[in-house]
Protein backbone atom coordinates (compact mmCIF):
# COMPACT_ATOMS: atom_id res chain seq x y z
CA UNK A 1 0.00 0.00 0.00
CA UNK A 2 2.89 2.53 1.03
CA UNK A 3 4.99 1.42 -1.72
CA UNK A 4 1.83 2.39 -4.66
CA UNK A 5 1.14 5.71 -2.55
CA UNK A 6 4.85 6.51 -3.30
CA UNK A 7 4.30 5.79 -6.77
CA UNK A 8 1.53 8.12 -7.02
CA UNK A 9 3.76 10.95 -5.85
CA UNK A 10 6.40 9.82 -8.03
CA UNK A 11 4.04 10.07 -10.95
CA UNK A 12 3.06 13.34 -9.89
CA UNK A 13 6.40 14.51 -9.83
CA UNK A 14 6.48 12.98 -13.95
CA UNK A 15 3.36 15.09 -14.64
CA UNK A 16 4.77 18.73 -13.40
CA UNK A 17 8.43 17.78 -15.36
CA UNK A 18 6.32 17.17 -17.96
CA UNK A 19 4.56 20.66 -17.81
CA UNK A 20 8.33 22.01 -17.46
CA UNK A 21 7.95 22.81 -14.09
CA UNK A 22 11.24 21.54 -13.32
CA UNK A 23 12.20 22.64 -9.86
CA UNK A 24 8.62 21.77 -8.33
CA UNK A 25 9.36 18.04 -9.69
CA UNK A 26 12.39 17.95 -8.37
CA UNK A 27 11.01 18.85 -4.72
CA UNK A 28 8.29 16.38 -5.02
CA UNK A 29 10.91 13.96 -5.50
CA UNK A 30 13.30 14.67 -3.10
CA UNK A 31 10.36 14.25 -0.59
CA UNK A 32 9.28 10.88 -1.70
CA UNK A 33 13.10 9.79 -2.05
CA UNK A 34 13.65 10.23 1.86
CA UNK A 35 11.02 8.41 2.32
CA UNK A 36 11.60 5.28 0.80
CA UNK A 37 13.50 2.04 2.02
CA UNK A 38 17.01 1.34 0.67
CA UNK A 39 15.60 -2.04 -1.24
CA UNK A 40 12.82 -0.27 -2.90
CA UNK A 41 14.62 -0.47 -5.82
CA UNK A 42 12.05 0.36 -7.93
CA UNK A 43 10.64 3.58 -6.88
CA UNK A 44 14.42 4.15 -6.27
CA UNK A 45 15.11 3.72 -9.73
CA UNK A 46 12.26 6.14 -10.89
CA UNK A 47 13.14 9.18 -8.21
CA UNK A 48 16.94 9.02 -9.80
CA UNK A 49 15.58 8.38 -13.39
CA UNK A 50 13.24 11.80 -13.32
CA UNK A 51 15.84 13.78 -11.48
CA UNK A 52 18.23 13.20 -13.76
CA UNK A 53 15.68 14.15 -16.45
CA UNK A 54 15.08 17.43 -14.34
CA UNK A 55 18.66 18.56 -13.94
CA UNK A 56 19.10 17.80 -17.70
CA UNK A 57 16.82 20.24 -18.59
CA UNK A 58 17.54 22.62 -16.26
CA UNK A 59 21.32 22.61 -17.59
CA UNK A 60 22.92 21.08 -14.82
CA UNK A 61 24.29 17.95 -16.48
CA UNK A 62 26.88 17.24 -14.06
CA UNK A 63 23.73 16.50 -11.47
CA UNK A 64 22.06 14.85 -14.37
CA UNK A 65 24.90 12.02 -15.07
CA UNK A 66 24.95 11.41 -11.38
CA UNK A 67 21.17 10.78 -11.38
CA UNK A 68 21.34 8.56 -13.95
CA UNK A 69 24.21 6.38 -13.31
CA UNK A 70 22.44 6.00 -9.81
CA UNK A 71 19.54 4.81 -12.03
CA UNK A 72 22.12 2.88 -13.95
CA UNK A 73 22.64 0.70 -10.46
CA UNK A 74 19.30 0.30 -9.12
CA UNK A 75 18.27 -1.10 -12.54
CA UNK A 76 21.24 -3.71 -12.37
CA UNK A 77 19.71 -5.03 -8.97
CA UNK A 78 16.03 -4.88 -10.28
CA UNK A 79 17.47 -7.13 -13.08
CA UNK A 80 15.43 -5.81 -16.09
CA UNK A 81 17.10 -4.57 -19.32
CA UNK A 82 14.82 -2.04 -19.80
CA UNK A 83 15.18 -0.07 -17.05
CA UNK A 84 19.14 -0.37 -17.75
CA UNK A 85 18.20 0.31 -21.68
CA UNK A 86 16.24 3.82 -20.31
CA UNK A 87 19.01 4.51 -17.77
CA UNK A 88 22.08 4.13 -20.80
CA UNK A 89 19.77 6.38 -23.60
CA UNK A 90 18.59 9.48 -20.66
CA UNK A 91 22.78 9.22 -19.80
CA UNK A 92 24.01 9.98 -22.85
CA UNK A 93 22.06 12.95 -23.71
CA UNK A 94 23.76 14.32 -20.74
CA UNK A 95 27.09 13.39 -22.29
CA UNK A 96 26.21 14.79 -25.80
CA UNK A 97 25.33 18.24 -24.11
CA UNK A 98 28.43 18.30 -22.44
CA UNK A 99 29.43 17.78 -26.22
CA UNK A 100 30.67 14.08 -25.90
CA UNK A 101 29.14 12.45 -28.74
CA UNK A 102 30.82 9.21 -29.05
CA UNK A 103 30.11 8.37 -25.45
CA UNK A 104 26.40 9.20 -26.39
CA UNK A 105 26.34 7.28 -29.76
CA UNK A 106 27.54 4.19 -27.56
CA UNK A 107 25.17 4.61 -24.93
CA UNK A 108 22.75 4.92 -27.40
CA UNK A 109 23.45 2.42 -29.47
CA UNK A 110 23.87 -0.37 -26.18
CA UNK A 111 20.00 1.10 -25.60
CA UNK A 112 18.92 0.89 -29.22
CA UNK A 113 20.17 -3.40 -29.13
CA UNK A 114 17.97 -4.03 -26.06
CA UNK A 115 15.00 -2.43 -27.23
CA UNK A 116 14.69 -4.31 -30.50
CA UNK A 117 15.55 -7.38 -28.43
CA UNK A 118 12.13 -6.60 -26.50
CA UNK A 119 10.59 -5.30 -29.22
CA UNK A 120 9.35 -2.26 -28.00
CA UNK A 121 8.51 0.42 -30.82
CA UNK A 122 7.96 3.43 -28.26
CA UNK A 123 11.20 3.16 -26.75
CA UNK A 124 12.97 2.70 -29.97
CA UNK A 125 11.36 5.73 -31.31
CA UNK A 126 13.23 7.63 -28.30
CA UNK A 127 16.92 6.54 -29.34
CA UNK A 128 15.63 7.22 -33.11
CA UNK A 129 15.39 10.83 -32.12
CA UNK A 130 17.88 10.79 -29.56
CA UNK A 131 20.28 9.28 -32.15
CA UNK A 132 19.41 12.21 -34.90
CA UNK A 133 20.34 14.76 -32.16
CA UNK A 134 23.92 13.30 -31.96
CA UNK A 135 24.44 12.85 -35.41
CA UNK A 136 23.74 16.08 -36.05
CA UNK A 137 26.26 17.41 -33.22
CA UNK A 138 28.94 14.85 -34.63
CA UNK A 139 28.44 16.48 -38.30
CA UNK A 140 26.33 13.78 -39.76
CA UNK A 141 23.64 15.66 -40.85
CA UNK A 142 21.97 13.08 -43.52
CA UNK A 143 22.52 10.77 -40.93
CA UNK A 144 20.30 12.70 -38.47
CA UNK A 145 17.61 13.52 -40.93
CA UNK A 146 17.20 9.69 -41.55
CA UNK A 147 16.92 9.16 -38.18
CA UNK A 148 14.80 11.78 -36.77
CA UNK A 149 12.27 10.85 -39.91
CA UNK A 150 12.83 7.14 -38.67
CA UNK A 151 11.32 8.31 -35.66
CA UNK A 152 8.88 10.33 -36.41
CA UNK A 153 7.48 8.22 -38.67
CA UNK A 154 7.39 5.06 -35.70
CA UNK A 155 5.73 8.10 -32.70
CA UNK A 156 3.09 8.70 -35.56
CA UNK A 157 1.97 5.41 -36.22
CA UNK A 158 1.85 4.30 -32.21
CA UNK A 159 -0.42 7.82 -31.86
CA UNK A 160 2.35 9.60 -30.18
CA UNK A 161 1.89 13.11 -31.91
CA UNK A 162 3.83 15.00 -28.75
CA UNK A 163 6.97 12.89 -29.60
CA UNK A 164 6.90 13.20 -33.28
CA UNK A 165 6.54 17.04 -32.68
CA UNK A 166 10.04 17.13 -31.17
CA UNK A 167 11.38 14.94 -34.04
CA UNK A 168 9.63 17.75 -36.11
CA UNK A 169 11.77 20.55 -33.97
CA UNK A 170 14.95 17.79 -34.97
CA UNK A 171 14.00 18.00 -38.62
CA UNK A 172 14.02 21.57 -38.59
CA UNK A 173 17.36 21.98 -36.94
CA UNK A 174 18.63 19.48 -39.41
CA UNK A 175 17.48 20.75 -42.43
CA UNK A 176 18.51 24.37 -41.43
CA UNK A 177 21.99 23.32 -40.95
CA UNK A 178 21.86 21.21 -44.27
CA UNK A 179 21.18 24.61 -46.03
CA UNK A 180 17.28 23.37 -46.80
CA UNK A 181 15.49 27.15 -44.75
CA UNK A 182 12.40 26.44 -46.50
CA UNK A 183 11.71 22.99 -45.11
CA UNK A 184 13.43 24.11 -41.68
CA UNK A 185 10.72 26.96 -41.78
CA UNK A 186 8.20 24.32 -42.36
CA UNK A 187 9.24 21.51 -40.27
CA UNK A 188 9.42 24.18 -37.04
CA UNK A 189 5.44 25.46 -38.09
CA UNK A 190 4.33 22.32 -38.25
CA UNK A 191 5.54 21.51 -34.80
CA UNK A 192 4.53 25.15 -33.28
CA UNK A 193 1.31 24.34 -34.79
CA UNK A 194 0.97 21.66 -32.52
CA UNK A 195 2.88 22.59 -29.40
CA UNK A 196 0.31 25.17 -29.21
CA UNK A 197 -2.72 22.64 -29.17
CA UNK A 198 -1.15 20.49 -26.58
CA UNK A 199 0.37 23.18 -24.81
CA UNK A 200 3.75 22.35 -24.40
CA UNK A 201 5.53 25.36 -23.52
CA UNK A 202 9.16 23.90 -24.10
CA UNK A 203 8.32 22.46 -27.61
CA UNK A 204 6.43 25.44 -27.94
CA UNK A 205 9.81 27.42 -27.11
CA UNK A 206 11.76 25.45 -28.99
CA UNK A 207 9.87 25.71 -32.36
CA UNK A 208 9.74 29.51 -31.75
CA UNK A 209 13.63 29.74 -31.76
CA UNK A 210 13.66 27.48 -34.78
CA UNK A 211 11.12 29.33 -36.62
CA UNK A 212 13.54 32.28 -36.00
CA UNK A 213 16.52 30.71 -36.73
CA UNK A 214 15.14 29.69 -40.36
CA UNK A 215 13.77 33.61 -40.88
CA UNK A 216 17.19 34.69 -40.16
CA UNK A 217 18.74 32.38 -42.97
CA UNK A 218 16.32 33.50 -45.03
CA UNK A 219 17.32 37.56 -44.15
CA UNK A 220 13.73 38.31 -42.34
CA UNK A 221 15.85 39.64 -39.45
CA UNK A 222 13.33 41.84 -37.43
CA UNK A 223 11.08 39.09 -38.02
CA UNK A 224 13.10 36.54 -36.44
CA UNK A 225 14.01 38.54 -33.76
CA UNK A 226 10.40 38.42 -32.67
CA UNK A 227 10.51 34.74 -32.58
CA UNK A 228 13.69 34.66 -30.60
CA UNK A 229 11.95 36.80 -28.11
CA UNK A 230 8.94 34.85 -27.93
CA UNK A 231 11.30 31.67 -27.45
CA UNK A 232 13.40 33.44 -24.61
CA UNK A 233 10.37 34.62 -23.07
CA UNK A 234 9.30 30.60 -22.53
CA UNK A 235 12.61 29.33 -21.53
CA UNK A 236 13.35 32.22 -19.10
CA UNK A 237 9.81 30.88 -17.45
CA UNK A 238 10.64 27.69 -16.94
CA UNK A 239 14.22 28.03 -16.49
CA UNK A 240 15.60 26.16 -19.46
CA UNK A 241 19.29 27.83 -19.88
CA UNK A 242 20.30 25.51 -22.44
CA UNK A 243 18.25 26.32 -25.59
CA UNK A 244 18.00 29.88 -23.66
CA UNK A 245 22.10 30.35 -24.68
CA UNK A 246 21.64 29.31 -28.14
CA UNK A 247 18.77 31.55 -28.89
CA UNK A 248 20.65 34.55 -27.47
CA UNK A 249 23.45 33.62 -29.98
CA UNK A 250 20.98 33.48 -32.62
CA UNK A 251 19.40 36.83 -31.99
CA UNK A 252 23.30 38.26 -31.54
CA UNK A 253 23.71 37.00 -35.03
CA UNK A 254 20.60 38.78 -36.47
CA UNK A 255 21.17 41.89 -34.55
CA UNK A 256 25.14 42.18 -35.73
CA UNK A 257 23.80 41.42 -39.51
CA UNK A 258 21.32 44.63 -38.94
CA UNK A 259 23.99 46.65 -37.44
CA UNK A 260 22.72 47.03 -34.09
CA UNK A 261 26.46 45.94 -32.36
CA UNK A 262 25.98 47.31 -28.82
CA UNK A 263 22.31 44.70 -28.54
CA UNK A 264 24.29 42.08 -30.32
CA UNK A 265 26.90 42.22 -27.99
CA UNK A 266 24.93 42.34 -24.86
CA UNK A 267 22.93 38.94 -26.44
CA UNK A 268 26.75 37.27 -27.39
CA UNK A 269 27.70 38.05 -23.67
CA UNK A 270 24.28 36.86 -21.99
CA UNK A 271 25.14 33.78 -23.96
CA UNK A 272 28.66 32.88 -23.56
CA UNK A 273 27.49 33.91 -19.33
CA UNK A 274 25.11 30.18 -20.19
CA UNK A 275 27.12 28.33 -22.14
CA UNK A 276 29.47 28.78 -19.32
CA UNK A 277 27.63 27.14 -16.57
CA UNK A 278 26.20 24.68 -19.20
CA UNK A 279 29.89 23.61 -20.29
CA UNK A 280 29.00 23.08 -24.03
CA UNK A 281 32.00 23.34 -26.14
CA UNK A 282 29.94 23.42 -28.74
CA UNK A 283 27.94 26.98 -27.55
CA UNK A 284 31.39 28.34 -27.30
CA UNK A 285 33.21 27.45 -30.60
CA UNK A 286 29.91 29.71 -31.90
CA UNK A 287 30.65 32.25 -29.81
CA UNK A 288 34.46 32.64 -30.50
CA UNK A 289 33.45 32.76 -33.89
CA UNK A 290 30.80 35.60 -33.05
CA UNK A 291 33.59 37.09 -30.89
CA UNK A 292 36.34 37.12 -34.00
CA UNK A 293 33.90 39.23 -36.16
CA UNK A 294 33.76 41.91 -33.84
CA UNK A 295 36.95 41.99 -33.35
CA UNK A 296 37.74 42.24 -36.97
CA UNK A 297 35.12 45.03 -37.31
CA UNK A 298 37.12 46.94 -34.61
CA UNK A 299 40.42 46.52 -36.67
CA UNK A 300 41.92 43.86 -34.63
CA UNK A 301 43.02 41.47 -37.41
CA UNK A 302 45.50 39.76 -35.09
CA UNK A 303 42.73 39.21 -32.41
CA UNK A 304 40.46 38.10 -34.63
CA UNK A 305 42.34 35.71 -36.03
CA UNK A 306 43.21 34.23 -33.04
CA UNK A 307 40.02 33.61 -31.88
CA UNK A 308 38.58 32.10 -35.33
CA UNK A 309 41.92 29.83 -35.14
CA UNK A 310 40.75 28.96 -31.17
CA UNK A 311 37.05 28.59 -32.19
CA UNK A 312 38.43 25.68 -35.27
CA UNK A 313 41.38 23.91 -32.67
CA UNK A 314 38.14 23.44 -30.05
CA UNK A 315 35.96 22.05 -32.91
CA UNK A 316 38.73 19.81 -33.99
CA UNK A 317 39.87 18.12 -30.47
CA UNK A 318 35.56 17.37 -30.05
CA UNK A 319 35.10 16.18 -33.52
CA UNK A 320 32.18 18.81 -34.37
CA UNK A 321 32.43 18.71 -38.08
CA UNK A 322 30.30 21.74 -39.02
CA UNK A 323 31.58 23.88 -36.71
CA UNK A 324 35.13 22.73 -37.75
CA UNK A 325 33.85 23.95 -41.58
CA UNK A 326 32.28 27.07 -40.04
CA UNK A 327 35.63 27.73 -38.15
CA UNK A 328 37.66 27.01 -41.03
CA UNK A 329 35.73 28.90 -43.38
CA UNK A 330 36.09 32.38 -41.03
CA UNK A 331 39.77 31.87 -40.33
CA UNK A 332 40.72 31.67 -44.08
CA UNK A 333 38.16 34.88 -44.77
CA UNK A 334 39.65 36.52 -42.13
CA UNK A 335 43.03 36.31 -43.35
CA UNK A 336 42.24 37.02 -47.15
CA UNK A 337 42.10 40.39 -47.67
CA UNK A 338 40.84 43.91 -45.73
CA UNK A 339 37.30 44.29 -44.39
CA UNK A 340 34.49 44.09 -46.16
CA UNK A 341 36.21 43.67 -49.61
CA UNK A 342 36.03 40.13 -51.07
CA UNK A 343 39.27 38.67 -51.79
CA UNK A 344 40.01 36.62 -55.03
CA UNK A 345 42.40 34.14 -52.60
CA UNK A 346 39.24 33.08 -50.64
CA UNK A 347 38.91 29.47 -51.38
CA UNK A 348 35.51 27.60 -50.75
CA UNK A 349 36.43 25.13 -48.10
CA UNK A 350 35.58 21.54 -49.59
CA UNK A 351 34.36 20.20 -45.80
CA UNK A 352 30.80 21.59 -46.82
CA UNK A 353 30.77 19.80 -50.15
CA UNK A 354 31.82 16.74 -48.16
CA UNK A 355 29.55 17.33 -45.69
CA UNK A 356 26.41 17.86 -48.34
CA UNK A 357 25.93 21.18 -46.51
CA UNK A 358 24.52 24.23 -48.00
CA UNK A 359 28.16 26.91 -47.66
CA UNK A 360 27.71 30.14 -46.23
CA UNK A 361 28.26 33.51 -47.93
CA UNK A 362 31.92 34.29 -46.46
CA UNK A 363 32.06 36.86 -48.59
CA UNK A 364 31.67 39.60 -46.37
CA UNK A 365 31.58 39.90 -41.97
CA UNK A 366 29.20 39.35 -40.38
CA UNK A 367 28.69 35.92 -41.73
CA UNK A 368 25.27 34.53 -41.59
CA UNK A 369 25.98 31.01 -40.10
CA UNK A 370 23.43 28.33 -39.81
Given at each position: MEDQKQSRKIQKADSLRQKALYR????????VQRTLKADDYENLFNCHLLSGHNWRMLGDFGKAIEHYEKAE????????RSRQADAA??????????????????????????????????ALAFVLWSKGGTLRIKGDIEGAISSFSEAKRIFTRLGDLHAAGYCLNGLGGASRIKGAYKSSLGHYTKANELFGKIKDPFGLAYSFCGIGNALRMTGSHEEALAYFKKALRVYKRIGDIVSSSYTLWSASKSLAILGRKVNSLHSLKEAEKLFGKTRDPRGKIYCLLSEAEFKWSEGRMKAAAGLAQKALDSAKKHGFEVEACHASGLLERLLAGPLGAPSKRLKKPGCYRRLGLKKPDFSNLPVNIP
Open positions: KSLSELRAAFAKKLGGASLALSHRAQGDWKKALALLGQSEKIYKKLNDEE
